[in-house]
């Protein structure tokens, strides 16, 4: 009699057990069939025309610039830098300050892509940190090995 009644308990157990399993599987199915980004770091080394060797790192999200970080002689500026997609040109803002980028600036053209300018944003107007700036190119590859 009480095999009679342990039966259906382990069927039911067993029957919740093959749920739960399929369940995940369809749970791992569908986070897979998301697209990747892939992300890739590219550094760029200028030189500019007020003297100033600027280097910047650019993170893309497949070929997109999304973000850099800015070094002006070697001294950091601002945080990390975000793009600002509202902009028409290649445009990332890192607080007050902001950098201009030509275009196109994918990953595929990063190291051919110039500078335009790096300028601090202040109430009594802009502070031009670095302007026309151009790549620098052995520079850039060795940042790049």
Do not use: W
Not at 19 to 39: F, I, K, R
Not at 128 to 143: E, F, G, Q, S, Y
């Amino acid at each position: 009699m009480k095999f009679v009644k342990f039966l259906p308990v382990t069927f039911a157990v067993a029957v919740l057990a093959a749920c739960s399993t399929s369940t995940s599987a369809q749970q791992e199915t569908v986070q897979t069939s998301q697209p990747q980004v892939t992300m890739t770091e590219k550094f760029v080394a200028f030189q500019c025309a007020n003297k100033n060797a600027v280097v910047v790192k650019y993170k893309f999200a497949d070929q997109k610039a999304v973000e850099a970080t800015v070094t002006i002689n070697k001294k950091a500026v601002g945080e990390t830098f975000v793009r600002d997609d509202k902009a028409e040109d290649p445009t990332f803002v890192s607080g007050k300050y902001v950098l201009n980028a030509d275009t196109p600036l994918a990953l595929d053209t990063a190291t051919k892509t110039d500078l335009v300018n790096i300028f601090h944003s202040e109430t009594e107007g802009d502070v031009i940190l670095a302007k026309n700036c151009k790549i620098a190119p052995k520079t850039t590859a060795k940042l790049n090995k």
